[in-house]
Structure formats: structure tokens, C-alpha cells
């Protein structure tokens, strides 16, 4: 029998259309006092007109950063400003 002629259940097809829409659910375990605040959080996330600047609050606070090479780092730093001459002073002369 075709998939297409298997009759789906509402369930079903609510999943496939959030799927459809890039929708996951996710599950959390938080605190009582805290799960209207994660619900408001949620809301925030899958609202147009707001999503944005939700997820650069949230990324800006909660996200870490991730480890990089001396080279790397030293290309983000804000350097502007920074003295980054060398004296040409080899040091003092030693009798070996």
C-alpha cells in the first residue's frame, strides 16, 4: 500500500507540518517557579518580530566561546591604538 493512501492521525500530521515548518520539540526540566519564564523564552524565540534580537541576547550571554590558536586570537584583538614597535636592543655584550 502507498504511504500517501495510509490515512494519517491529526498528531501525525500536526508533527509533519511543524517538521515541515523546521520546528523540533525540545524537552527541559526546570524549576517550577522558572518554567512560565521558559515558556515566555520559547514564545520569544518563534516570534517574527522579536526572534532576532531574542537570539542575540541569549547567544551574547549564554554563548562560550570556543578555544582558538594564539594566531587567531591575535587577529580578533582590538589592537588600534597599541604600540607594537621593538627596541632594536640586543641586550648587553658578555665575554664567553
Same mark, same amino acid.
Do not use: C, W, Y
Given at each position: 500500500m502507498p504511504? *500517501? =493512501?495510509? !490515512?494519517?492521525?491529526?498528531?501525525a500530521r500536526h508533527r509533519t507540518r511543524l517538521k515541515r515548518q523546521g520546528i523540533v520539540r525540545v524537552e527541559v526540566q526546570v524549576r517550577k517557579e522558572d518554567a512560565p519564564l521558559m515558556r515566555e523564552? !520559547?514564545? +520569544?524565540?518563534?516570534?517574527?518580530? %522579536? !526572534? *532576532? +534580537? +531574542?537570539? +542575540?541576547?541569549?547567544?551574547?550571554?549564554?554563548?562560550? %566561546? =570556543?578555544p582558538q590558536g594564539l594566531k587567531a586570537l591575535l587577529a580578533s584583538a582590538p589592537?588600534?591604538? %597599541? *604600540?607594537?614597535?621593538? =627596541? =632594536? *636592543?640586543?641586550?648587553r655584550n658578555i665575554d664567553l
Open positions: 504511504k *500517501d =493512501s495510509i !490515512a494519517m492521525t491529526p498528531l523564552i !520559547a514564545h +520569544a524565540l518563534n516570534t517574527p518580530q %522579536v !526572534a *532576532d +534580537a +531574542a537570539r +542575540a541576547l541569549l547567544r551574547g550571554r549564554f554563548t562560550t %566561546v =570556543s589592537l588600534e591604538g %597599541v *604600540d607594537m614597535t621593538r =627596541s =632594536s *636592543d640586543t641586550g
